[in-house]
């Protein structure tokens, strides 16, 4: 029984103490939201259960990788007869947070921003976007996907009053740290950074996520020169 | 001095044989691009040297892991004395690929066409854009950072005839594999995917890098959530 409630509360982080915590293996984490991707598709498709065999021909992964990944949330897999494709859906749903209803708002509405502002990325994670903010007065007043563009002095008091939880950078390297600042005094307890730099805060309890585009195109260059190293051979 | 070859070698795939090959670990090669991102920083502040534990302090990981990371390249690093900035930077932009000089297109004008058009990214990494693609004809004939915007349907005679060698799509998610064949078909080896599917072409030459955005959502609202269970403990 230990036992069993040891491994299904791998990602219960209330039934978890210091200890245990460490052992969620980071491998793992940024694997699940593959999982959720993919499952989601599967809903979309009106797909209900799925094989670790066939989940594992879908993502490319071994079957054995699958079973691994997932039995750790419990046993929902049975011998023959596959995972609910539904059930898993919400548990990992559940497990990395997209249930919580977060509310967001974009900071900087240059392309990047429009285009985050554009994709579906958001709701299918339960996020909610509720406004775009900038400095330029040629888009402050304007509305982007039915969201308002609002002036970047006003973001304070707006998270504060709106209750936003999350923030999305894409404001010029320079401006970066100070907008995050603002967003974490005003209750944003989360920021999703993507002025390509490393944005650290003082305040511990923000949880700061950068993302470098150019590390993508990095890893492509270097694999097309082994792949044509290889082909010169 | 066969120890210091397989040391130094690692990375150098002419000298390697199919086995050395897969020594190689995904966890270096993930990190290399952060290293090539920040030294590329302190050379653009004119620094040129650093030792392990300031560059350890900046990078926000141990000194012995950089010191591991960094070794297996050849002895850069010398006890007292630091690392070589400008060397090191040269040898991982080798090592990476940034010198190969890659051509590029980017195929979708959109929001996200538009911004990767206009960061820096590319040029960093040694890849020079030459033009975008849209199948819009209110964007086609255009320019976007001194770069034309053209016909998709004369995406497969520009690649042939102008010598491109990567592809980035920002097209949409049902429209990804048509065009990414076509860039297949013309001389493309390398494709930057935002189309947020996961690409498979049947042509195992053509290296795919698939690049989830929400992924990136999803593990920042999976922290926040665990921030906020610790906290109400």
Known sequence: ME?????????DSKKETKAQKSEVSPAVIRRLPRY???LGELLRAERYRISS????EIMG?????????????????????????????GKISELLGVVEGYRAVIVGA???????????????????????????HEVIGTEINSMPVLDVRDLGDFCRENDIQLGVLTV????????????????VRGILNFANMEL??????????????????????????????????
């Open 3 to 11: 036992h069993i409630d040891k491994l299904s509360g791998t990602f």
């Open 36 to 38: 959720h991707r993919y």
């Open 53 to 56: 065999g066939e989940l594992s």
């Open 61 to 89: 992964v071994t079957a054995s990788q699958i079973r691994q990944d997932l039995n750790c949330f419990g046993g929902f897999g049975q011998q023959g007869y596959g995972y609910n494709i539904k059930y898993l859906y």
């Open 110 to 136: 240059g392309n990047l921003g429009k285009a985050l502002a554009q994709t579906h990325m958001f709701e299918r994670r339960g996020v909610t976007r509720v406004a775009l903010f900038d400095v330029n």
């Open 172 to 187: 010029p390297k320079d401006a970066a740290k100070e907008v995050a600042e603002v967003m974490a005094k005003s209750g």
């Open 200 to 233: 650290t805060l003082d305040e511990p309890d923000v949880i700061i996520e950068n993302v470098h585009l150019g590390d993508y195109l990095m890893k492509l260059c270097y694999e097309m020169k082994r792949s044509r190293e290889d082909r010169e051979k």
